[in-house]
């Protein structure tokens, strides 16, 4: 069982930004393709970004393309993502999510994962 836990969240002006963090407990995280989704109340998950699990290959939704970068440290089992410009649409509960797989491609739905964490809060104000 692969424990998740996400942090780095908080409340942020509008054009700043924040750092999040999801750190694994799995020793051999490296195997594993992992995705930040959001969720805001009474609406699914929506795929934010995602990461091979060399970190060769990443995707990144159109709604922060240029703003956010994923990025990951298998060393320290822990997968960040860089969110600058934060706009108060971006305001939102973010999860951490991953599947094992060693191909290539990352999958942008939420039910196609097998882990997650508890997700951590972002707010931006306006």
């Known amino acids: 069982q692969v424990q998740l836990i996400e942090s780095g969240g908080g409340l942020v002006q509008a054009g700043g930004f924040l750092r999040l963090s999801c750190t694994a407990s799995?020793?051999?995280?490296?195997?594993?393709?992992v995705g930040w989704f959001r969720q805001t109340p009474g609406k699914e998950q929506e795929f934010v970004s995602g990461?091979?699990?060399?970190?060769?290959?990443?995707y990144t939704a159109d709604s922060v393309e240029g703003r956010f970068t994923i990025s990951r440290d298998n060393a320290k089992n822990t997968v960040y993502l860089q969110m600058n410009s934060l706009r108060p649409e971006d305001t939102a509960v973010y999860y951490c999510?991953?599947?094992?797989?060693?191909?290539?491609?990352?999958?942008?739905?939420?039910?196609?994962?097998?882990?997650w964490g508890q997700g951590t809060q972002v707010t931006v104000s306006s």
């Open positions: 799995e020793r051999i995280f490296s195997n594993y393709v």
């Open positions: 999510e991953a599947y094992k797989f060693l191909g290539i491609g990352v999958r942008t739905d939420a039910d196609q994962y097998d882990y």
């Open positions: 990461i091979s699990w060399s970190g060769s290959s990443t």
